[in-house]
């Protein structure tokens, strides 16, 4: 029986294989490289704006079943918070004209069936166009298997898919689109109510897990980055951290790599993974919303794709986002306030700002890339992978860490069940 696991990484695919296996009555020690759990997926505090921000503002939908349940596992499900209808307001900022799209809280797409809670200008023969995205094949792209052009792309499959893949969507996998597709839009409201950590990412999807861990004994290791492997064997046998004695794998221990993909294919050479990336700025400002701002508003024509509205802040999020990534930083700040004041109908000189650029967001989720991502085994029986980019059948999110944390999880606990019949 497994009686050690040792979890490389502290993101959340690392922390949710760390929650199941933690109830599950193992020993478990976590080694995260950085200082702070939470990988592409944290909050800090910053003396710019004199707030504690999140990285990046991260959204969830309802229909995010294993994410859900993860924060329900460790107490915080009440902190993803939304409203109670799938309801999203727009913002045309070259038209200026808004609306609202209403998906209702229904088990079927039945808005689409309604004049009056679809995209305006659109008609129900627009959604049916979209229906070959349901089944489409891995190896499709998105702009070979649906219209990616007119009313009801600009202002809704564009922005959705785009947030969901984080490329320009014609050039995206319509394999993965179309499983977002299917677990979102296509189950209805109930499954499209937004949601969002209001108090922080750390503080809902994080901090609590930690401190679920170390309360059943876990060991939680900052600063302790995985160098190398030892093998043997077929399996690990040590795992080495530079500078200090290596840690001995037993015989019935076993080790989940939770890291991103540069990392796994450095640690573990021959190993494929995807190999190209695209960057996500977030623009956050120290800035009151007005009375009635949504919390989550879409931004068609302009720089910002998603305005977030959270006490004391703005904040705003730009996918697909290599063409931001060296433009001087005040620069992008104005030209991102500017949107700003459009799209929340404020204004005023640019209050503190920060501005957040994760270059390596995700992996790229063309069909090319996401031919790259590699299952949970390995070629090491006692070695197995999770994170966002592996084999999950989604793009790059935290369902897909949630859900890959888990399978993970479960290969350990089949791992245990087996020499339990076999009786070692
Ligand atoms: C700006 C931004 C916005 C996003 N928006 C959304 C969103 O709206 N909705 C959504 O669902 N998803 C979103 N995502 C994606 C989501 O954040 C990721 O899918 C998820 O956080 C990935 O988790 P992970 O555990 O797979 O990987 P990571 O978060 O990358 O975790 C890996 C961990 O391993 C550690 N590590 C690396 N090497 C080693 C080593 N050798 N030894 C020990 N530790 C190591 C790292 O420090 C890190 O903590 C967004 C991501 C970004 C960056």
Not at 318 to 343: G, T
Request: charge should be neutral.
């Amino acid at each position: 029986m497994p009686k050690t696991v040792h979890i490389i990484g502290a993101g959340i695919s690392g922390l949710a294989a760390a929650v199941r296996l933690g109830n599950a009555d193992f020993k478990l020690h976590v080694h995260e490289a950085t200082q702070q759990a939470g990988g592409r997926c944290r909050s800090y505090f910053d003396a710019s704006t004199d707030l504690t921000i999140d990285n990046g503002n991260h959204l969830l939908l309802s229909g995010n079943r294993h994410a859900v349940a993860y924060a329900r596992s460790i107490g915080t499900e009440a902190g993803l918070v939304g409203p109670k209808r799938a309801q999203f307001p727009f913002v045309d900022l070259e038209t200026g004209q808004r609306w609202q799209i209403d998906l209702g809280d229904s088990r079927l797409p039945l808005w689409v069936f309604d004049e009056g809670r679809r995209v305006p200008d659109t008609s129900l023969r627009d959604y049916l166009a979209l229906a070959p995205l349901i089944w489409a094949g891995q190896g499709r792209l998105v702009g070979d298997t649906i219209p990616c052009h007119g009313t009801l792309y600009q202002r809704l499959v564009q922005p959705l898919l785009l947030a969901a893949l984080n490329v320009d969507p014609p050039e995206g996998s319509a394999g993965l689109a179309g499983a977002v597709v299917r677990e979102t839009l296509l189950a209805g409201g109930e499954a499209c109510r937004p949601l969002i950590a209001r108090d922080g990412l750390s503080a809902v999807l994080v901090e609590p897990a930690i401190k679920l861990l170390q309360d059943k004994g876990a060991g939680i290791h900052f600063g302790h980055e995985l160098r190398e492997f030892a093998m043997s064997a077929g399996r690990v046998d040590a795992l080495k951290f530079g500078g200090e004695d290596a840690i001995a794998i037993g015989a019935d221990d076993a080790v989940i790599m939770a890291v991103p993909p540069r990392a796994a294919a450095s640690l573990l050479p021959g190993l494929e993974t995807p190999s190209k990336f695209r960057a996500i700025v977030n623009g956050h400002f120290r800035f009151d919303p007005p009375p009635g701002m949504p919390p989550i508003l879409g931004v068609i024509g302009g720089t910002v794709e998603w305005l977030f509205a959270f006490p004391n802040r703005l904040s705003v999020t730009i996918s697909n986002a290599d063409r931001l990534v060296e433009m001087p930083r005040e620069e992008l700040a104005q030209a991102i306030w500017q949107d700003v004041c459009k799209a929340a109908g404020v204004a005023g000189d640019l209050p503190p700002w920060q501005i957040v650029r994760e270059r390596r967001a995700t992996f790229e989720a063309t069909p090319e890339q996401n031919a790259l991502r590699p299952g949970p085994v390995t070629a090491w029986k006692n070695l197995f992978l999770a994170g966002d980019w592996t084999d999950t059948g989604l793009p790059a999110t935290i369902e897909g860490s949630v859900r890959s944390g888990n399978r993970a999880a479960d290969l350990v606990l089949a791992m245990r069940q087996d020499r339990r019949l076999k009786g070692s």
